[in-house]
């Protein structure tokens, strides 16, 4: 069984940078995309960002792209978020998310089979 813990989230000023970072246990990540969800305060969850199993090919939200880079380290079984510029409307619970398929959009809840606990971003104006 695939457990994801996210880490990393806290209390930034807007403009700043912040990484967040999501450990797998239990199996490789090497089976997996990974995408990164997110889900604010009576909103629905969304995604974010979303890397393939080979790191070949990434995926972004239109909010978030330009500001944000996904990025995996199989070696330590630990995918990041680098969010940069952050804005108060990053505001949320970020949740990671691991999709064993091998065919899928990389962008859907469905698609994906483990999440972790999630970890709180907030950002002040």
């Known amino acids: 069984q695939l457990q994801l813990v996210e880490s990393g989230g806290e209390l930034v000023q807007a403009g700043g940078p912040l990484g967040i970072s999501c450990s797998a246990s239990?199996?490789?990540?090497?089976?997996?995309?990974i995408g990164w969800f997110r889900q604010a305060p009576v909103k629905e969850r969304e995604f974010v960002a979303a890397i393939s199993r080979s790191g070949g090919s990434t995926l972004y939200a239109d909010s978030v792209k330009g500001r944000f880079t996904i990025s995996r380290d199989d070696t330590k079984n630990t995918v990041y978020l680098q969010m940069n510029s952050l804005k108060p409307e990053d505001t949320a619970v970020y949740y990671c998310a691991a999709d064993a398929s091998l065919t899928g959009t990389m962008t859907k809840i469905y698609e994906y089979d483990y999440w972790g606990q999630g970890t709180q971003v907030t950002v002040s104006s």
């Open positions: 239990g199996r490789t990540l090497r089976r997996y995309n």
